[in-house]
């Protein structure tokens, strides 16, 4: 599974096989994985099945899943409630499946980037700004035309000592450090629950970069949700609804 599978023409990633459920740890997206975009981090629509089809793979995996996401653990817990790991801010927030929480501490200095953030969306109609418990976001995908600006101004205010700058998909976020995606993948493949297991991880965005790489790394692949680019990812399915597919596969 360490192999890159491409195309006759090498410009496309080939769609990953289902793989066997008793050698597989899975881990998910959220935003452009599992849910497509939407303007607004509250905008998302929900399909009506998803969280009975994650929790029916989680089940054939004997529990080998988690969701791994940007997003505040909270707003994944929120909109799946399925009793699964869920990490977010980013590898920062852990919450595991028997309840119990773990999150890094919250920077000071996130408190003055909130405060730039929120100054300047008050002058720029269709900038949206998403607090989280380790980070805050600028939303672009209303205004692309701020996008220099967006950036401009995380880097300004995010260029202080604990803070990193987190860029993806029409927005900019500014939020703690000492973790991402890749790490976090790291540390729940540590789990006894784990041991054995191929991990396999699906993401769409730059963020998810580091976890397809360990991944990779560890024996398993990462799988690019979406347009084709240059990726670290082995694999590569069209879009949500094929994610959709290739889950219900699973579970089947």
Excluded at 6 to 30: E, G, H, I, N
Excluded at 48 to 54: D, H, K, P, S, V
Excluded at 102 to 120: I, L, S
Excluded at 127 to 146: D, F, N, Q, T
């Amino acid at each position: 599974m360490t192999s890159v599978a491409r195309d006759a023409d090498a410009d496309t990633l080939f769609a990953p096989p289902v793989m066997p459920a008793d050698r597989t740890a899975l881990f998910l997206d959220f935003d452009g994985t599992l849910v497509d975009l939407a303007e607004a981090p509250d905008a998302i629509a929900i399909d009506e099945g998803l969280a009975a089809l994650i929790a029916r793979v989680a089940a054939k995996l004997d529990g080998r899943l988690a969701l791994v996401s940007g997003r505040p653990a909270g707003d994944l817990a929120r909109f799946l409630d399925v009793p699964v790991t869920i990490v977010g801010s980013h590898g920062m927030e852990f919450r595991w499946a028997d309840g119990t929480r773990q999150e890094a501490v919250r920077p000071e200095a996130m408190n003055a980037v909130v405060t730039a953030m929120y100054r300047f969306a008050a002058a720029e109609p269709g900038v949206i700004v998403e607090v989280k418990p380790l980070g805050a976001a600028l939303h672009y995908r209303r205004a692309p035309h701020l996008a220099d600006r967006a950036e401009a101004l995380a880097l300004e205010v995010g260029g202080v000592d604990g803070l990193l700058i987190q860029r993806g998909k029409m927005m900019v976020e500014v939020r703690a450090a000492g973790g991402d995606k890749g790490s976090a993948l790291r540390r729940l493949m540590q789990g006894d629950a784990m041991a054995g297991a191929a991990p396999i991880f699906l993401g769409d965005d730059v963020t998810d970069e580091d976890a397809f790489e360990v991944a990779r790394d560890m024996g398993g692949a990462g799988v690019l949700v979406g347009d084709a680019r240059e990726t670290a990812a082995s694999y590569r399915l069209a879009n949500v609804a094929a994610v959709h597919r290739w889950l219900a596969e699973i579970a089947a």
